[in-house]
């Protein structure tokens, strides 16, 4: 079992950009596919962005060009750098994992969930 705590989230204006953290206890050498999800409150969550053990990254069309998935494996940190926010963003967005990137924005797929936290971007 993969641990995940997510943190980094808060209340901005469009336009600006946020950086969330994601600490997990997944080891570099086994192979694993971390993604990061949204959810609306009473919707399913949704993939936003996935990077697996080969460094592939998959991420929703919504979020192309605007936020970028990247590890810093040293500290065991998986972040997701959201800029150009926009209020359709706001979600509370979760950190998950697996062992395969079958199917990486699929939520059925990953095993292990962080607790979330809330982005808020207004207008």
């Known amino acids: 079992q993969v641990q995940l705590v997510e943190s980094g989230g808060g209340s901005v204006h469009a336009g600006a950009s946020l950086i969330l953290p994601c600490v997990h206890s997944?080891?570099?050498?086994?192979?694993?596919?971390l993604g990061w999800f949204l959810q609306l409150p009473r919707k399913e969550r949704e993939g936003v962005a996935s990077?697996?053990?080969?460094?592939?990254?998959t991420y929703a069309d919504s979020v192309k060009g605007r936020f970028t998935i990247y590890p810093d494996n040293a500290r065991n940190t998986l972040y997701l750098q959201m800029t150009s926010l926009k209020p359709e963003d706001t979600a509370m967005y979760y950190c998950?994992?697996?062992?395969?990137?079958?199917?990486?924005?699929?939520?059925?797929?990953?095993?292990?969930w962080g607790q979330g936290t809330q982005v808020t971007v207004s207008s």
């Open positions: 998950a994992a697996t062992f395969f990137c079958a199917a990486p924005l699929t939520r059925e797929y990953y095993l292990d």
């Open positions: 997944s080891t570099s050498s086994a192979p694993y596919c």
């Open positions: 990077l697996d053990s080969a460094m592939s990254t």
